[in-house]
């Protein structure tokens, strides 16, 4: 059974994925940056969103196939429509939710991760949020709320699903 971590940024996938065996867990942002040698958001730059899509996909798909116990993908898994029919096929897809403000929040106090999508306006940030949100929920079997929980609390609610 493989669980697979959606939500938007910052809603807490990849720290929650850390907590599972590293054998068995991926994260497909760190499996990106190391494919295409450089951060996302210098690839944003240099290429453009559209090209970090196709290669999420693509890392995306062999992910599923390899048999990892715990996928943690990025907020933008949602965009294309491949993605989202693949994740409604697949069962034990985690939505991990919170607020807009909890995420906002999170997202600015998070000095690691440069997200160039979260470069834009607040405004614009809460749009994007607006329009994943209804993605999210159209391709989740589980939805865990992660506001007022530490991530330990979270990745204990996943374990305890299977
Ligand atoms: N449940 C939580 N409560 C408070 N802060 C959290 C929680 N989950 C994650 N964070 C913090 O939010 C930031 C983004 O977390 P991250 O795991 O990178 O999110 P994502 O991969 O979903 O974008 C990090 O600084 C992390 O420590
Ligand atoms: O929401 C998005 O479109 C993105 C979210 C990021 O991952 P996190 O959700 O882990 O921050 C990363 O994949 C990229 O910056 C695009
Ligand atoms: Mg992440």
Same mark, same amino acid.
């Given at each position: 059974?493989?669980? @697979? #971590? @959606? &939500?938007?940024?910052?809603?807490?996938?990849?720290? !929650?994925?850390?907590?599972?065996?590293?054998?068995?867990?991926?994260? =497909?942002?760190? +499996?990106i940056? +190391?494919?295409i040698?450089m951060t996302i958001a210098q690839f944003f730059q240099e290429y453009s969103e559209d090209k970090f899509r196709?290669i999420?996909?693509?890392?995306?798909?062999?992910?599923?196939?390899?048999?990892?116990?715990?996928?943690?993908? &990025?907020?933008g @898994?949602?965009? =294309?429509?491949?993605?989202?029919?693949? $994740?409604?096929?697949?069962?034990? !897809? !985690?939505?991990? +939710?919170?607020?807009?403000?909890? #995420?906002?929040?999170? @997202?600015?106090?998070?000095?690691?991760?440069g997200r160039p999508l979260a470069f834009q306006? +607040?405004?614009?940030?809460?749009? =994007?949020?607006?329009?994943?949100?209804?993605?999210?929920?159209?391709?989740?079997?589980?939805?865990?709320?992660?506001?007022?929980?530490?991530?330990?609390?979270? !990745?204990?609610?996943?374990?305890? $699903?299977?």
């Open positions: 059974m493989t669980v @697979i #971590l @959606i &939500g938007f940024m910052a809603a807490g996938k990849s720290t !929650v994925g850390k907590a599972f065996d590293q054998e068995k867990f991926i994260d =497909l942002d760190k +499996k940056e +190391k494919e040698g196709q999420e996909r693509e890392v995306f798909k062999t992910a599923v196939q390899s048999g990892y116990a715990v996928i943690a993908t &990025g907020g @898994i949602v965009n =294309l429509i491949e993605n989202r029919n693949c $994740l409604k096929k697949l069962g034990n !897809v !985690v939505y991990l +939710k919170a607020d807009f403000e909890t #995420l906002y929040e999170r @997202i600015l106090l998070d000095k690691e991760n306006s +607040k405004e614009e940030v809460e749009k =994007l949020f607006a329009q994943r949100v209804k993605l999210y929920e159209e391709v989740a079997d589980i939805v865990i709320e992660t506001r007022g929980k530490s991530p330990e609390e979270v !990745v204990k609610e996943i374990q305890e $699903l299977k």
